[in-house]
């Protein structure tokens, strides 16, 4: 039986507690959340999750802690889960396009003989990506399509002086490095940061960002190409309708991941 605390009661949250809830190896699910109102209506819904607002009693109680918050979530509570022992499941993979932190958290979770797992999320073909750049790779490019609320009150539109309200026909906001999208896109591109540490890193991974007004759908779209032949995977995702943000397929990869980590048996490693 499995104890796991969810930081973070989101639409990804929630859909993750939800499915837990009712499956017989999952002992409890401990949620921290800076609304406690969010937590505590779940809680009238299910019946192992319990809302926590202390942080190292829950993290000593579990056997695994998920983040399913934010990048800056990974930054104030991987450290601390790692140094306690505890695997830790990340969603916010953008946090470790900052070399430091990801050095700084493979030694803590080498010293303390624990793990940090990162989900596909919103996209397939990871697994083959992982594959691919155990050789020699010319180039992996990410294209992502959204609609235009995806990106309501992101901060790096407003700087660029970008209007999304009237936009007419699909319009490019963002070409460059996986770096530079996790950082000016931190909710809406975590794609590009697990792309990048599965294949050529940060720096050497293409990303362009296209908003299109007649999007109903989340599209990734990888290429990768290089002495193993060539990749090209679509992915075309519904969004979450209370947050356009995130697609639901990135739920889908947390859940899966937790029920192997869970379980005993691994296909596509």
């Not at 019946?47 to 579990?62: G, I, P, R, T």
């Not at 790096?156 to 996790?182: C, M, Q, T, W």
Request: hydrophobic share 40%; with cysteine; charged share 25%.
């Amino acid at each position: 039986m499995m104890k796991i605390t969810i930081i973070g009661c989101g639409s990804i949250g929630k859909t993750l507690a939800r499915y837990m809830d009712s499956e017989d190896y999952i002992d409890s699910i401990s949620i921290i959340d800076r609304k406690k109102e969010v937590v505590e209506a779940l809680v009238e819904e299910c019946q192992k999750v319990k809302y926590v607002n202390n942080l190292e009693d829950a993290f000593e109680k579990s056997d695994l802690i998920v983040e399913a918050a934010s990048q800056q979530a990974v930054i104030e509570f991987a450290p601390k889960a790692l140094e306690m022992g505890k695997d830790i499941v990340v969603m916010s993979g953008g946090a470790f396009v900052n070399d430091d932190f990801k050095e700084k958290c493979r030694i803590l979770a080498k010293q303390n003989g624990c793990k940090v797992f990162i989900p596909s999320g919103a996209v397939c073909g990871i697994e083959g990506i992982g594959a691919v750049a155990t050789e020699e790779v010319e180039e992996i490019i990410l294209m992502t399509y959204k609609p235009p609320e995806a990106f309501k009150g992101v901060k790096y539109l407003k700087k660029k002086g970008i209007e999304l309200d009237n936009l007419k026909r699909p319009k490019v906001i963002f070409s460059g490095h996986a770096e530079d999208a996790v950082k000016y896109f931190p909710r809406n591109i975590n794609v590009a940061a697990t792309l990048s540490l599965a294949g050529l890193g940060i720096e050497r991974t293409t990303v362009k960002i296209v908003v299109d007004p007649k999007a109903t759908l989340n599209q990734h779209r990888i290429i990768a190409k290089g002495k193993f032949g060539e990749i090209e995977c679509w992915t075309r995702n519904t969004p979450f309708p209370d947050n356009p943000q995130t697609s639901y397929l990135a739920a889908l990869s947390l859940i899966s991941a937790v029920k192997k980590i869970a379980g005993n048996f691994w296909v596509g490693v």
